[in-house]
């Protein structure tokens, strides 16, 4: 079995990173960056539409 992964981007840092779509809050829920502090939803982070409709998959 292939683990997803969905790419992050902080869009006010540019800090990138990839992470388990099972280890994220809902898209609609906040999420902070560890660099940089800013908190927005979650689906703002998604670097691809492809990322948003993995972590939409496992919602």
């Known amino acids: 079995m292939v683990e997803a992964f969905v790419r992050l981007l902080c869009p006010e840092c540019g800090k990138d990173w990839e992470a388990s779509p099972s280890s994220l809050p809902s898209l609609k829920k906040n999420f ?13 982070f998604m670097r691809t539409e492809r990322d948003l409709k993995t972590v939409k998959q496992f919602e």
Do not use: K, P, Q, V
Not at 32 to 44: F, I
């Open 32 to 44: 902070t960056c560890s660099a940089c502090g800013m908190s927005r939803r979650l689906s703002e």
